[in-house]
């Protein structure tokens, strides 16, 4: 199947006004980008669309649970090391 960029757009705009009504829940595994811990939301058919507040990006995939979702795209903060 194709898809189209103008597609990738309005389903993220969609996405993005979606996320201004709905309530994310903060996990723990936090963006790649700016280290800022992500959320999720569980949309449908074990889809969530993860979201780092801090960039605006939402990303959607299919996981068994939110925080395995948050894992697949962000990253785990480093361990404070405790001596
Ligand atoms: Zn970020």
């Known amino acids: 199947m194709r898809i189209s960029l103008a597609t990738i757009d309005s ?23 700016c280290g800022t811990p992500l959320a999720v939301y569980y949309c449908e058919s074990r889809v969530y669309a993860v979201r780092c507040s801090t960039c605006g990006t939402v990303t959607l995939t299919k996981a068994g649970n939110p925080h395995a979702a948050c894992e697949r795209v962000g990253i785990y903060p480093p361990k404070e090391e405790h001596t």
């Open 11 to 33: 389903a993220a705009q969609i996405i993005a006004d979606m996320g201004k009504h709905v309530r994310f829940t903060e996990q723990e595994p936090c963006c790649a980008k």
